[in-house]
């Protein structure tokens, strides 16, 4: 048997079947995935066929009593487990995050996430190094991991490399990095764990590497990198403590990359910072150092800032998009920028909308679900790679509650109440790889043997051996495969 010195990479080469299957698992034939307190997190059904087919299958999200709390799906961008799923590896169909039903928000930024459970607690889970996860250290954790103890978490999110939220006390805080400030805390020392920016505040977004946030008074304070304006001061500076913005009367407000865009209680929507490409929505280009109104009416309800493009819904329940528009983000049916709000179909029944890095989901009003823009990840969860320029609906999950904001991010998280079966057609026929990783190994299995391997990932159990070394592909024949964390270890 040849030696390994390191187990790099495992495929399971498991054809998926087409065949929808129902929900629940035989107990002699599941392929499960669990986290590391024995959750499920990943399943499915696999057949005892020579071929080794396989049909997905997840339990269904059943709906809570609760408002605003259910399951937590994502699909997309999963390179060191910002989807919370226990595993790495692009999704292009939506998976559940663990059995929990209690998800009440969540935000994604660009490798991390972060959301908040019932009664108010607060989970993160990605990349870790510089402290973004708020757990004290930089060690990548694949499953959603509690910050803390608090329980009064009320709103959460999360930047290129720094998150904040607000508790239930109105007040915020803060961590990560923190090199430009957008801590907010007066240094520039990162943060490992949450550090408090101050009390009073109602609302907070968290840009590349800035941040704003309203307060319970109706103002608006901006701090961290301000080289583009996007501050909104009128100037370039960079703030090491909240500043805060010219005007009253601020409601929400949403950060890109370098712009920032916000709405006021009397329905104006107010852009500024970057605007090369027309993400200030205000008919021209040029860099935009203190708010200015998008348009004259005071309609506008709710508003979400991509990398450089920003959509907006009206009172009419219109949408509209604007901005840089080469990934067909604006849903706009073309690959044109756009620097004025420009409305995308006819429909008015849009009630949210939220931009991550190159792509746009938002909900109807009957709590369907669309998706369309940039699709190399599969963060459109529509079963393929293929970019849209039009909304899509997405059909599994059927309904959202929540959708997860995050102008730096390739993933995409919901929370949905939705009773549909999770991922229930995925992708097929195809060779879905798991990822394990180990700094050491024993000998690995010749083809033929049967092996256990993983670590931190996945480890597969009582598996037929096709290709030998580092690189292993089994079939499942009659036996059953099992998901699950490992020691590391290769063995016959």
């Known amino acids: ?44 059904t696999v ?14 999200t059943a709906a809570t009593s609760a408002p605003q709390a259910g399951a937590l799906l994502g699909a997309g961008n999963n390179g060191v487990g910002e989807l919370g799923q226990g595993d790495v590896g692009d999704e292009q169909n939506f998976w559940q995050s663990g059995s929990a039903k209690t998800w009440r928000t969540v935000a994604s930024g660009d490798d991390t996430s972060c959301g908040i459970q019932a009664p108010g607690t607060l989970w993160c889970w990605g990349a870790n190094g510089v402290g973004q996860l708020g757990l004290g250290d930089v060690t990548i954790r694949k499953v959603p991991t509690q910050v803390g103890t608090t329980t009064t978490w009320t709103k959460v999110a999360v930047g290129l490399n720094h998150a904040c939220a607000t508790q239930a006390d109105s007040s915020l805080w803060c961590w990560g990095d923190n090199n430009l400030g957008e801590a907010g805390i007066g240094n520039l020392l ?58 009253t009367g601020w409601a929400t407000v949403s950060g890109g990359a370098y712009h920032t865009c916000a709405t006021k209680t009397d329905g104006s929507l107010w852009c500024w910072g970057d605007n090369n490409l027309g993400e200030a929505g205000i008919g021209k280009v040029g860099m935009q150092k203190a708010p200015v109104q998008v348009g004259t009416t005071k309609d506008w309800r709710a508003v979400s800032a991509a990398y450089d493009s920003t959509c907006a819904i009206k009172t009419t329940g219109t949408l509209w998009c604007w901005g840089y528009g080469g990934s067909g983000q604006l849903g706009l049916g073309d690959v044109a920028n756009q620097y004025s709000p420009k409305q995308v179909g006819t429909d008015t029944t849009w009630n949210a909308v939220a931009s ?34 039009t909304p899509q609906q997405v ?61 931190q990932g996945w480890s597969l159990t009582n598996a037929t051996v096709v290709t030998g070394n580092e690189s292993l592909g089994v079939t499942s024949g009659s036996k059953s495969l099992l998901l699950g964390p490992d020691d590391g270890q290769a063995r016959r």
């Open 395 to 455: 059909t599994t999950p059927v309904t959202v509650d929540v959708i997860a904001t995050g102008s730096t991010a390739d993933q995409t998280l919901v929370v949905s109440q939705d009773t549909t079966p999770v991922n229930a057609c995925p992708e097929a026929p195809t060779t879905k790889a798991f990822s394990a990783f180990g700094d050491t190994a024993d000998y690995a299995p010749a083809p033929g043997g049967t092996f256990e391997t993983g670590a």
């Open 47 to 60: 057949s005892s066929t020579s071929a080794a087919t396989a049909a997905v299958s997840s339990a269904s």
């Open 190 to 247: 990162v943060q490992k764990s949450p550090v408090k920016v101050g009390t009073g505040y109602a609302t907070v977004t968290a840009a590349l590497d800035s941040t704003c946030a309203t307060k319970t008074n109706g103002t608006l304070w901006c701090w961290g990198y301000g080289g583009s304006g996007q501050l909104g001061l009128g100037d370039v500076a960079n703030q090491k403590l909240p500043v805060q913005v010219p005007g």
């Open 1 to 44: 048997m040849p030696r390994t010195s390191r187990i790099a990479v495992i495929a399971a080469l498991i054809a998926l079947a087409s065949l929808c299957s129902g929900s629940a698992f035989a107990a002699d034939s599941a392929l499960v995935a669990t986290d590391n307190s024995g959750a499920v997190v990943k399943s499915a």
């Open 356 to 389: 991550t890095r190159y792509s746009t989901c938002a909900r109807k009003a009957d709590t369907s679900f669309w998706c369309w823009g940039y699709n190399a990840s599969g963060q459109l969860g529509l079963g393929d790679a293929t970019q849209r320029a």
